[in-house]
């Protein structure tokens, strides 16, 4: 069955760090583009980050220099690491994975809220 699975998200006071991770199931062939979106209450879905199998990464401006992406791709996996996080990122982050034959996947989502 098709999945990705997401793990990480939690609570945490502003400054802090959270990792997170999603896992594409292994009949999701020939993954180029995995990324983590995310969206707040009101607002629209955003692109936070995405990387390329290559590893070429693009980025939010508002997470550049405390968010880091990245991936495992022998192991179909992808990271979020945030760090210095604020009140404004909460939202729930969703993991997608983009593939060469042009099909989009994406997971369950992931609630990461930030409140002292």
């Known amino acids: 069955q098709v999945q990705l699975v997401e793990s990480g998200g939690g609570l945490v006071q502003p400054g802090g760090s959270l990792r997170l991770s999603c896992t594409a199931s292994?009949?999701?062939?020939?993954?180029?583009?995995m990324g983590w979106y995310r969206q707040a209450p009101g607002k629209e879905r955003e692109l936070v980050a995405d990387?390329?199998?290559?590893?070429?990464?693009i980025y939010l401006d508002s997470v550049k220099g405390r968010f880091t992406i990245s991936r495992d791709s022998a192991q179909n996996t992808v990271y979020l690491q945030m760090d210095s996080l604020k009140p404004e990122d909460t939202a729930v982050y969703y993991c997608?994975?983009?593939?060469?034959?042009?099909?989009?996947?994406w997971g369950q989502g992931t609630q990461v809220t930030i409140s002292s």
């Open positions: 292994r009949d999701i062939f020939s993954i180029n583009v």
């Open positions: 990387i390329t199998y290559g590893g070429s990464t």
């Open positions: 997608k994975v983009h593939t060469w034959r042009q099909m989009d996947y």
